[in-house]
């Protein structure tokens, strides 16, 4: 049993990448899905669920959305079993095992799955190679020039990170009073900028994203 549980985890991914792949391929294609078995409307009807009920909020770079996808889809690994019995396919046949997650990524596209083509655009986005995340307690802005949002961390240190425009959780600082000694998670990408107080370029934390912890 525990020999067939770790075979799964293995086929599931190998099965991943082809069923993200078939998400766009599907969508180029305006593909017609044929009538689905029970199994099939089961996983489906599942992953959709697991998707729709993601915190869509806390979901902003690529990894966090892969991550997400793929526990959705992981826990799936018994139906995608009894799915392959249905289509009477060998979970070692690659191709098979392709044509089904071309399936499963049709079935999802076609139904008009809540939350997933969104989920779907994170997972396809170019990944920052500078960028990171950060997480403190709020304790202000300044503003030098820019607006820059200040967190004290654990070690009680202030890291300050550039306002330069809108981002992800931006509307959660109208009231910044509101959100003193709050914890918060940065996400950002490094910059250079010119600072006209400091009359030339320096690197700079970019903000990309703020979540309320």
Partial sequence: MHFAKQNNHL????FFPVLILSIFYAAALHAQTQAMGPVERKITDSICNCITNLDQSKIHTKKEATDAFMDCF???AELLVALADEKKVSMEDNVAMHALGTGLGKNLLTQKCQGFMQL???MAQKEDAGASSTEGKFKRIDNKGFNYIVLVDENNQEKSFLWLRQFTGSENFKNPASLAGKGLKIDWKEMEVYL????GY?????ITAITVL
Avoid: L
């Fill in 74 to 76: 992981s826990k799936q």
């Fill in 196 to 199: 006209p107080e400091a009359k």
């Fill in 202 to 206: 320096y690197k700079v934390k970019e």
């Fill in 11 to 14: 086929v599931m991914k190998r």
């Fill in 120 to 122: 779907a655009i994170k």
